[in-house]
């Protein structure tokens, strides 16, 4: 079975800092990655995925994350944080010709101070 | 265009009550995902749905849980007996096809009594 684990429950970060946000994976078989972000009260979006080829992916906001595959990670990078980036980050993996399903990690509540 | 749309966008209900909770996907989109976030369990998958194939329904937590996908497009899923435990929100997916990004939808706030 496929499991998703976000090692941080909660990140605290002043304005401008930069942020890593950790995600590790257990799978036996292919996976497609992905992050999504919930802002408070909203929806979820996605950030980022990927599929396959390079292994630096770059999403929206000036998110981006890099695959490894040796050490079965998907970590999530941000250069310098905004107010506006305060929003729960979740890790999902779906696998390769299981239809798309998304299993999801615990979550990462990013908390941006100015 | 038309987002992912949900209704309704909270439902309170008591204990024992059947409740739907329905989805309109994007024009188009093929799949069709419900998912279940709550505080206890995180985000978990429910049932997905793909064209005319029987849908994936290996992420129900008990024959409560039922979910139906009319004409290839809304789809309603029924919780029966409600409990407290189905107190969650909602989400409901959608993309183009398998494998493609999803889109979610605003979800229904359900809180069983």
């Known amino acids: 079975a496929q499991s998703v684990t976000q090692l941080d429950s909660q990140v605290p970060v002043f304005e401008e800092a930069p942020v890593e946000l950790r995600c590790n994976y257990s799978?036996?078989?292919?996976?497609?990655l992905f992050w999504y972000v919930q802002y408070p009260n909203q929806g979820l979006q996605l950030l980022l995925k990927?599929?396959?080829?390079?292994?630096l992916v770059k999403g929206i906001n000036g998110f981006e994350a890099e695959f490894n595959k040796s050490q079965t990670s998907f970590h999530l990078r941000k250069p310098s944080v905004h107010i506006s980036d305060t929003a729960e980050y979740f890790c999902?993996?779906?696998?390769?010709?299981?239809?798309?399903?998304?299993?999801f990690g615990q979550g990462t509540e990013l908390s941006v101070k100015p | 265009g038309a987002g992912v749309s949900q209704s309704p966008s909270n439902k309170v209900t008591e204990k024992g009550k059947d409740v739907e909770l329905r989805c309109d996907p994007i024009?188009?989109?093929?799949?069709l995902y419900w998912y279940r976030q709550s505080l206890g369990q995180g985000l978990e998958f429910l049932i997905y749905?793909?064209?005319?194939?029987?849908?994936?329904k290996s992420g129900l937590p008990s024959d409560r849980f039922s979910a139906e996908r009319t004409g290839g497009s809304v789809s309603t899923l029924t919780i029966q007996r409600t409990q407290q435990e189905d107190s969650a929100v909602y989400l409901c997916?959608?993309?183009?096809?398998?494998?493609?990004?999803?889109?979610f939808g605003p979800g229904t706030r359900l809180l069983v009594l």
């Open positions: 024009s188009g989109h093929t799949a």
């Open positions: 799978s036996s078989v292919s996976v497609y």
């Open positions: 990927y599929l396959s080829g390079s292994t």
């Open positions: 999902a993996v779906s696998v390769y010709n299981q239809g798309g399903k998304l299993i």
């Open positions: 749905f793909q064209g005319n194939s029987a849908p994936d």
């Open positions: 997916a959608s993309s183009s096809r398998v494998q493609e990004t999803q889109y």
